[in-house]
T-cell receptor
Framework: AQSVTQLDSHVSVSEGTPVLLRCNYSSSYSPSLFWYVQHPNKGLQLLLKYTSAATLVKGINGFEAEFKKSETSFHLTKPSAHMSDAAEYFC??????????????FGKGTHLIIQP | EPEVTQTPSHQVTQMGQEVILRCVPISNHLYFYWYRQILGQKVEFLVSFYNNEISEKSEIFDDQFSVERPDGSNFTLKIRSTKLEDSAMYFCASYGTSETQYFGPGTRLLVL
């Protein structure tokens, strides 16, 4: 079984400042981990994924995340926030490289607010 | 770039009515999924489908739900007798060889 905890339901940063969205996971397997983003009234877009290769993963739009097994964490960061980053971010875990019979397990989401 | 499509984008129905939500997965993908997101809550897995049969289903996916791949392209979710609590955004996803599930834009279902 696996689970995901997103430690902040809301994060507010000023434009141009760093972003940190925190995620901890629990999994019986060596998991694959993902961050998806959902803009208002839009679907789910993959930002980045970790599937047992490099622990520092770079994604789209300047986002990156680091897999830390010892801390069971997969925090999402971006050096400089942009207004267009305002959205809901989901940390997601999968036991089977993102596919297979079992569905993905989503965290509750973090709402990122960008202040001008 | 190939993408998952879903129709309709919005559906309003009366309680007790049947609805069919449609999805066209990415063409060379083999695993298909349905998820739902009740307003303000997290995305929840409903069912996975492979080789023309259900692979796994969650406890949410009870007898009122069914899935089908009626032809080589469409993947449908049927809710037989809708309840108020079925109001949600329903996402279809498909999985191929890129170790990633690709999601459609969703169908927003409102049951009155």
């Amino acid at each position: 079984a696996q689970s995901v905890t997103q430690l902040d339901s809301h994060v507010s940063v000023s434009e141009g400042t760093p972003v940190l969205l925190r995620c901890n996971y629990s999994s019986s397997y060596s998991p694959s981990l993902f961050w998806y983003v959902q803009h208002p009234n839009k679907g789910l877009q993959l930002l980045l994924k970790y599937t047992s290769a490099a622990t520092l993963v770079k994604g789209i739009n300047g986002f990156e995340a680091e897999f830390k097994k010892s801390e069971t964490s997969f925090h999402l960061t971006k050096p400089s926030a942009h207004m267009s980053d305002a959205a809901e971010y989901f940390c997601v875990v999968s036991p089977y490289s993102g596919g297979g019979a079992d569905g993905l397990t989503f965290g509750k989401g973090t709402h990122l607010i960008i202040q001008p | 770039e190939p993408e998952v499509t879903q129709t309709p984008s919005h559906q309003v129905t009366q309680m007790g009515q049947e609805v069919i939500l449609r999805c066209v997965p990415i063409s060379n993908h083999l695993y298909f999924y349905w998820y739902r997101q009740i307003l303000g809550q997290k995305v929840e897995f409903l069912v996975s489908f492979y080789n023309n049969e259900i692979s796994e289903k969650s406890e949410i996916f009870d007898d009122q739900f069914s899935v089908e791949r009626p032809d080589g392209s469409n993947f449908t979710l049927k809710i037989r007798s809708t309840k108020l609590e079925d109001s949600a955004m329903y996402f279809c996803a498909s999985y191929g060889t890129s170790e990633t599930q690709y999601f459609g834009p969703g169908t927003r279902l409102l049951v009155l």
